[in-house]
T-cell receptor, first 111, second 116 residues
Framework: GQNIDQPTEMTATEGAIVQINCTYQTSGFNGLFWYQQHAGEAPTFLSYNVLDGLEEKGRFSSFLSRSKGYSYLLLKELQMKDSASYLCAVEGRNRDDKIIFGKGTRLHILP | GAGVSQSPSNKVTEKGKDVELRCDPISGHTALYWYRQSLGQGLEFLIYFQGNSAPDKSGLPSDRFSAERTGGSVSTLTIQRTQQEDSAVYLC??????????????FGPGTRLTVT
């Protein structure tokens, strides 16, 4: 089976840094995605990690530890438009396997 | 280029009626996914196609739900004898089989289904 856990909600201040954690237990693992979803909109792709370590892309970075079944998404210099849900998703062992999403973390940015 | 499209965008139906939801994936994308999202909740996996075959139907909530994909392109999700708990946004996503080490999903705008 597959289980993906992330906090339900987080609050942070504009200009600050926030880290959203994701832990997973899966029968097989190939890679991990992070998606952003604004209210009423479809999810959009942020990052994909296959190897251990940190992947940086502008204000957003994503980290993966395969041995610990752990990932985080780091958002720097927070802006009001970053208020959204952030979804962690795991890709199964084979490249033909499905991608399973966590329930998402709703991030609120305060001015 | 065109993204993933879904129709209808909104559907209101009476309890007990059948509904069909359509997804047009990005041309050339071999993988197609259906998810369901209730208000304020995460994405619930329903079914996944690789080409025209569905390797994994484990997420379909009941035998009232079925899906098919023809010609490796368009997919239809059918819900028979709809119930109020079927009310949700139904999202479709497609992805290429394997592109440059990343297989991101491209989501459609969703179909908001309301069962009264």
């Amino acid at each position: 089976g597959q289980n993906i856990d992330q906090p339900t909600e987080m609050t942070a201040t504009e200009g600050a840094i926030v880290q959203i954690n994701c832990t997973y237990q899966t029968s097989g693992f190939n890679g991990l995605f992070w998606y952003q979803q604004h209210a009423g909109e479809a999810p959009t792709f942020l990052s994909y990690n296959v190897l251990d370590g940190l992947e940086e892309k502008g204000r957003f970075s994503s980290f993966l530890s395969r041995s610990k079944g752990y990932s985080y998404l780091l958002l720097k210099e927070l802006q009001m438009k970053d208020s959204a849900s952030y979804l962690c998703a795991v890709e199964g062992r084979n490249r033909d396997d499905k991608i399973i999403f966590g329930k998402g973390t709703r991030l609120h940015i305060l001015p | 280029g065109a993204g993933v499209s879904q129709s209808p965008s909104n559907k209101v139906t009476e309890k007990g009626k059948d509904v069909e939801l359509r997804c047009d994936p990005i041309s050339g994308h071999t993988a197609l996914y259906w998810y369901r999202q209730s208000l304020g909740q995460g994405l619930e996996f329903l079914i996944y196609f690789q080409g025209n075959s569905a390797p994994d139907k484990s997420g379909l909530p009941s035998d009232r739900f079925s899906a098919e994909r023809t010609g490796g392109s368009v997919s239809t999700l059918t819900i028979q004898r709809t119930q109020q708990e079927d009310s949700a946004v139904y999202l479709c996503a497609s992805s290429p089989k394997f592109v440059a080490g990343v297989r991101e999903q491209y989501f459609g705008p969703g179909t908001r289904l309301t069962v009264t």
